[in-house]
Nanobody, 120 residues
């Protein structure tokens, strides 16, 4: 059974950092792209970042470029999202998802989400 579990969210002050984890089970993460998405209250879900399986290519939304870094540890079957210089507008529920080897998707499997709140 394919399962994704996010962790690492929490409350952080503006300018702070968090590292989100997406632990995969039921499949070998090596062969799949993992995307991070977020949804803030009253807003549509948006793509944040993705790492492909084929060559490890990474992609970032313009709003997080230079601040967020996605990486994968295939030995631990886990993908990370390092978030630095956090802003209040980064506040959202963050989800990881997978389904295909490339970041274009579709994304068939989703985690339950982890809350990130950036506030002073």
């Amino acid at each position: 059974q394919v399962q994704l579990v996010e962790s690492g969210g929490g409350l952080v002050q503006p300018g702070g950092s968090l590292r989100l984890s997406c632990a995969a089970s039921g499949f070998t993460l090596d062969y799949y792209a993992i995307g991070w998405f977020r949804q803030a209250p009253g807003k549509e879900r948006e793509g944040v970042s993705c790492i492909s399986s084929s060559d490890g290519s990474t992609y970032y939304a313009d709003s997080v470029k230079g601040r967020f870094t996605i990486s994968r540890d295939n030995a631990k079957n886990t993908v990370y999202l390092q978030m630095n210089s956090l802003k209040p507008e980064d506040t959202a529920v963050y989800y990881c998802a997978t389904g295909e080897p490339l970041c274009v998707g579709p994304y068939d499997y989703w985690g339950q989400g982890t809350q990130v709140t950036v506030s002073s």
